[in-house]
Nanobody, 115 residues
Framework: QVQLVESGGGLVQPGGSLRLSCAAS????????MGWYRQAPGKQRELVAA???????NYADSVKGRFTISRDNGKNTVHLQMNSLKPEDTAVYYC?????????WGQGTQVTVSS
């Protein structure tokens, strides 16, 4: 069993930065891809960024150049550095461990971008 615990969300002004972290329990972390998803009110959950076990990354077009995903396999953590935040980045952000066919999800952390 794997547990994912997110932290680092909060309220930030437009143009500001936040760093989300996801801590994973268990020993399987390092062999799976990890991802950050987000879900805004009334919208579907969408992939924001993903990182493979070998640290290859991909990003949603809406966050390219502003967000950076990284992982530390020694500490079982994955991070999402978010810069130049916009009001449209407001959402609940979820950490994902891509264990098919049953991925693991964290409980989510709220990010609100507002002046």
């Amino acid at each position: 069993q794997v547990q994912l615990v997110e932290s680092g969300g909060g309220l930030v002004q437009p143009g500001g930065s936040l760093r989300l972290s996801c801590a994973a329990s268990g020993s399987i972390f390092r062999i799976y891809a990890m991802g950050w998803y987000r879900q805004a009110p009334g919208k579907q959950r969408e992939l924001v960024a993903a990182i493979t076990s070998s640290s290859s990354t991909n990003y949603a077009d809406s966050v390219k150049g502003r967000f950076t995903i990284s992982r530390d396999n020694g500490k079982n953590t994955v991070h999402l550095q978010m810069n130049s935040l916009k009001p449209e980045d407001t959402a609940v952000y979820y950490c994902n461990l891509d264990r098919k066919p049953f991925p693991y999800w964290g409980q989510g952390t709220q990010v609100t971008v507002s002046s």
